[in-house]
């Protein structure tokens, strides 16, 4: 009887490989929306820099948010190789590398924006942080502000190059099968948004497209092939 039950089992589930692309997505999704929700008091301090900079900087509860959410961008630009590189190895198993290029092309130079928007709004809060253990009184506050524009300019920046990888990813995912058709649609909706960009919440949307493009991938064969329930 329990051979019995064991084989029925087998049958009515079987373990197939997740595909490559739904673990960076959706690890990318996460860390993008961490930082951009940790660094919004900061990024919204850009409408009215003359003196929202200094006044934010002199929080310490603000400095800390703003120190993990610099890190969690550090992360997201990691995640974001990793996704490009995940896609262009499955673009390879489909044929599709030629399609695929562009696409990583503009992935990885988002990628290297984010770093460098990632660094300019990490120095600020790492230096003051480093500044109340050695007693240090750092940057002085007017750089300080200077220094975190720059940095809040930059993050808005490289999402333009984002935007495009978001629907060229997109359009070729679509193109092989492995995305459904209305991940186009929800990625010519995240671009427009990230390059008018300029708040917070218009930012937000391409966290919500990562975490689909990973939930929606699919085989090469159009059949998703995470664990669960098959056909016996």
């Known amino acids: 009887m329990s051979t019995t039950c064991a084989a029925v089992v ?9 595909p490559p692309v739904r673990v960076p997505a959706l690890a990318l999704g996460l860390a993008y929306l961490f930082s951009v929700v940790a660094l919004g008091p900061l990024l919204g301090s850009t409408a009215d820099s ?10 310490d509860a603000s400095v800390t948010r703003d120190l993990l959410g610099a890190l969690g961008l550090v992360l997201t630009s990691a995640m974001l190789v990793w996704l490009v590189m ?14 695929s290029d562009l696409a990583c092309a503009f992935g990885l130079v988002a990628s290297a924006a984010l770093l460098a928007a990632a660094a300019l709004l990490l120095t600020v809060p790492f230096t003051v942080t480093l500044g109340r253990v050695t007693d240090d009184p750092g940057i002085s506050p007017d750089v300080q502000a200077g220094i975190a524009q720059a940095g809040s300019v930059a993050l808005f920046v490289a999402v ?7 629907v060229l990813l997109s359009k070729v995912a679509t193109a092989v099968g492995s995305s459904p058709r209305w991940i186009v649609g929800a990625a010519w909706v995240t671009a427009v948004l990230l390059f008018f960009g300029w708040s917070v919440g218009l930012l937000l949307p391409f966290a919500a497209w ?3 493009f990973g939930f929606t991938s699919r085989s090469p064969d159009g059949r998703d092939r995470s664990p669960g329930l098959t056909a016996s």
């Open 10 to 18: 087998a049958e009515t589930w079987e373990y197939r490989p997740v």
């Open 50 to 59: 003359s003196v929202a900079y200094e006044v934010h900087l002199a929080n």
């Open 86 to 99: 995940a896609f262009r190895g499955q673009m390879v198993d489909r044929g599709a590398l030629t399609r």
């Open 160 to 166: 333009l190059p984002l935007a495009i990888a978001v």
């Open 210 to 212: 990562s975490i689909a």
